[in-house]
Every structure is written in structure tokens, then in C-alpha cells.
T-cell receptor, first 116, second 109 residues
Framework: GAGVSQSPSNKVTEKGKDVELRCDPI?????LYWYRQRLGQGLEFLIY????????KSGLPSDRFSAERTGESVSTLTIQRTQQEDSAVYLC??????????????FGDGTRLSIL | LAKTTQPISMDSYEGQEVNITCSHN???????ITWYQQFPSQGPRFIIQ???TKVTNEVASLFIPADRKSSTLSLPRVSLSDTAVYYC??????????FGTGTRLTVIP
């Protein structure tokens, strides 16, 4: 079946602009995660959704970052007034509702964001 | 709060068995250990998961000692296509996974 889909795959924008990144999780996956991966680094947790609520937003680096999720489907990560340090790959993952953090996550291939 | 420690990099020749060990001293009673593989320009991909002793699938084996404070991912007879970054994870806190920098495995012809 279809995997996690992210769009756009690449985004280049000027410093100060707002960007919106989209994630379509696997159907039936109630949990959804956003991560940031800088070049050569590991994944940095940003936010977790269970359904359309976000019980853990602790990883969002600043108030310029926000995320929404519609029901148990698409999620959008928005970065306002982008800065050059926001340049990274933004990865989305989803997982079924069972077993919480022990449930393996299914990842998309990410959106590569470049801030000029 | 469980974080993991694993070697930054490893090299291996084709056809050899590769063992990557991960430390997770603060693993909680209910936590599973999960390993992911990541190729360049792709998201991580689930490899294997275990709770104790040994788990084997078509790709790898996972060995977990009785105290569960470490685990070892074993890749049999690696090929060039196994060159990737390998992450060991235990839940950091509820629904928050700490990926760290992983182990960069380079398979040499």
C-alpha cells in the first residue's frame, strides 16, 4: 500500500518568507511525528500528534514553528519568517495506535528546505 | 529518560558479518529496542525490533542480554548496498524518540 507521502520534496525560499510543509500519513495511522534532520546529523524530534491533538510540542524550536493535523490524516508544518538555520530536511513519520512509543514508525522521504 | 550510545562509524568488507552495539543504560521495563536504517536522501526504514534475548528476521538479527542495557544488531554477509546510517532507539519519553547521530556503516569492496 501507499507509504507516507511528503510534499514538496524540495523547497528553496528566501529568508523571511513563510513555508508550509505537508505530510500524508499511512491510512489508519493515528500517530504522526515531525522531525528535523540537519546535514550529517541525527533526527531531532519536533512534535507528535495522536489523532488531531498534539500532546507533545516540546521539540518545536521556536514560536515561528507550528503544526496542525486534520483528523487522522494530513498534517502541515509551518515555519514563519524563515531563517537560514531552518535549512534542513524535515521528515514525517506515522504509526498505528498500538503500543505507543514502541510501535515502529514509517517515514516519508522528507522535504529538503533551503533558505537563501 | 533513556538515550542511546552507539559508535559513530564502522567500516567492513563485503561478505563479512557486521555487529553494531548500542548502549541504553536507562531503558524502562516496558520499552522495546528498535533499529532503523537510513540511506542518503531517504527517511529511516525499520529494520528490526526486540525486547529480550534474540530476534531474527530476513534482514538482521538482534541480540539483547538479560539486563537489556545494551543490544547488538548483526548484519550477516554485508554487501555494498548495506552502506547506510543505522540508528538504535528506545523511547526517550512518551512518544518522543531520541535518534542521536547513529552509526555510519561503510561497506568496502
Amino acid at each position: 500500500g501507499a507509504g507516507v507521502s511528503q510534499s514538496p520534496s524540495n523547497k528553496v525560499t528566501e529568508k523571511g518568507k513563510d513555508v508550509e510543509l505537508r505530510c500524508d500519513p499511512i491510512s489508519g495511522h493515528t500517530a504522526l511525528y515531525w522531525y528535523r534532520q540537519r546535514l550529517g546529523q541525527g533526527l531531532e524530534f519536533l512534535i507528535y500528534f495522536q489523532g488531531n491533538s498534539a500532546p507533545d510540542k516540546s521539540g518545536l524550536p521556536s514560536d515561528r514553528f507550528s503544526a496542525e493535523r486534520t483528523g487522522e490524516s494530513v498534517s502541515t508544518l509551518t515555519i514563519q519568517r524563515t531563517q537560514q538555520e531552518d535549512s534542513a530536511v524535515y521528515l514525517c513519520a506515522s504509526s498505528p495506535p498500538d503500543r505507543g512509543s514502541n510501535q515502529p514508525q514509517h517515514f516519508g522521504d522528507g522535504t529538503r528546505l533551503s533558505i537563501l | 529518560l533513556a538515550k542511546t550510545t552507539q559508535p559513530i562509524s564502522m567500516d567492513s568488507y563485503e561478505g563479512q558479518e557486521v555487529n553494531i552495539t548500542c548502549s541504553h543504560n536507562n531503558i524502562a521495563t516496558n520499552d522495546y529496542i528498535t533499529w532503523y536504517q537510513q540511506f542518503p536522501s531517504q527517511g529511516p526504514r525499520f529494520i528490526i525490533q526486540g525486547y529480550k534475548t534474540k530476534v531474527t528476521n530476513e534482514v538482521a538479527s538482534l541480540f539483547i542480554p538479560a539486563d537489556r542495557k545494551s543490544s547488538t544488531l548483526s548484519l550477516p554477509r554485508v554487501s555494498l548496498s548495506d552502506t547506510a546510517v543505522y540508528y538504535c532507539l528506545v523511547p526517550y519519553r512518551a512518544n518522543n524518540l531520541f535518534f542521536g547521530t547513529g552509526t555510519r556503516l561503510t561497506v568496502i569492496p
